[in-house]
Each structure stands twice: as structure tokens, then as C-alpha cells.
């Protein structure tokens, strides 16, 4: 297995500084250089283990907050009968719920491009490891390749599995879809505020979940775009045989 790292200007991350070959360069040991990647490499993984955290602390937290503004509703809606103050109440408390939802997926957003990053430098790495040692490429089973197809095998994403069934399992996807039907529900509410009839209010909230799932989509694609723009393959995934 070969690497063929990339000439500068062709492959080369914009702002990394030239490296000469110089007498410096070529005193460092084959030990120095694996510690030198071993350290970076355990950096990446606890930057990594603390971003997946985050990510999951920020969903809990999002869920945990929805469930006790429902258990809040039915008492309310309970003990008013449904009436105007169950309407006012819930006014005031989904909207709180619903930027505590908004929040933490444009947090989890972030959070994945920093996983993709750890994921690119950990790949990379492994590419060093194997200009030290090719022996060893048959012992390693995530990505060595910091393009795409390298970022996505150390992801673990199962082979054959469809992008769009990926992307619908994936947590900001649920978040998304929650915040939409939070935002669906307040609409609705401030439809019956107006006294609009039902198919009125069916419409407002059909139209809101619609409009808010959109928005979220198009944010998510946003990041995406910009962080596929962003990849600089240095060790780019050898050309599929014919």
C-alpha cells in the first residue's frame, strides 16, 4: 500500500508552513516521529470522546426538558380543562422548548464538523504510521485516507448503507424533526388564540412543520457544503482497479 502525499498549493491545507529537508528535519529519529503521532493521535481521540459527550449531554438535556414541559402541559391541561390558560401556558413554554431544541442542533452541527476534523487527523496518522512501518497495513481496519471514503470507513458507516437512511438515523435528524413538530404545535396554538377553525389550525401547523424542517435542512447542508469545501486530501484513497 502506497501514499502519495500531495505536492504544495495541489493537496496542501492552506496556511500549514513549508517544511524544509533540510539537516533538521532529516535528525528525527523513527521514534521521535512515532511519539510526535502518537501523542497528536491521543489528543485527537480525547477531543473526539469530548465533542460525541457534548453532543449527547446537549440531546439528553434537549429531551429530558421536553418530556417535562409535556408532564407540565397535562397537569395544566388537567386542571384548566384545556381551556384559555392551558392555551397561554403552553405559549409560554414551548417556545422556551423549542430554542433549547434549535440550539442543540446547531450545536451538534458543530460538533460533527469537529468529529470529522479529529476523524481527518486520526486518518492521517494512520498514514504516517504506515510510512513508518507498510508491514503493518493489514492490521489496520479504519480509514488511512483523509478524503471522504477514508473519513467514512473510520465512521464506521456499514457498507452499501444509503446516504439518505444514514442520515435519517442520525441525531441532529431527530432533533430536527422534534423541533419541527414543537414548531408546528405552537403554531397551531396561536391558531386557536385567533379562533381560526380547525382545518385552519390542521394547515397553519402542517405549513409550520414544513417551513421549520426546511430550515433546518437547509442549515445542516450549509455545514456540510462548507466542510466538504474545507477538505484538503493529503492522503487521498488510491484510484478504484478497472
Known sequence: MSFDRATPGAGAEPGLPHVPQGSAAQGVT????????????????ASRSL?????????????STLSGAI?????????SGFGQSFVLFALVVLPVVLFLGVATFVRMGASNWHDAQCVIGMNRIRAGYLELAPELAHYFVMGVHDD????????A???????VVHL???????????DSMLAAAIAGLLAIEAAAAMPVVLGVGAVAFVIAFIAHTRHARGV??????????VFPSPAPDR
Open 168 to 178: 435519517l438515523a442520525a441525531t441532529p435528524t431527530v432533533v430536527s424533526v422534534v
Open 30 to 45: 523513527p521514534s521521535l516521529r512515532l511519539q510526535i503521532l502518537s501523542t497528536e493521535h491521543w489528543s485527537l481521540l
Open 224 to 233: 456540510m457544503r462548507r466542510s466538504q469545501a474545507s477538505l484538503r486530501p
Open 157 to 163: 458507516q456499514p457498507p452499501g448503507t444509503n446516504p
Open 51 to 63: 465533542a460525541w459527550n457534548e453532543s449527547f449531554s446537549r440531546a439528553g438535556m434537549f429531551l
Open 148 to 155: 471522504r471514503r477514508g473519513v467514512t470507513i473510520t465512521m
Open 71 to 79: 408532564v407540565a402541559l397535562a397537569l395544566v391541561g388537567q386542571g
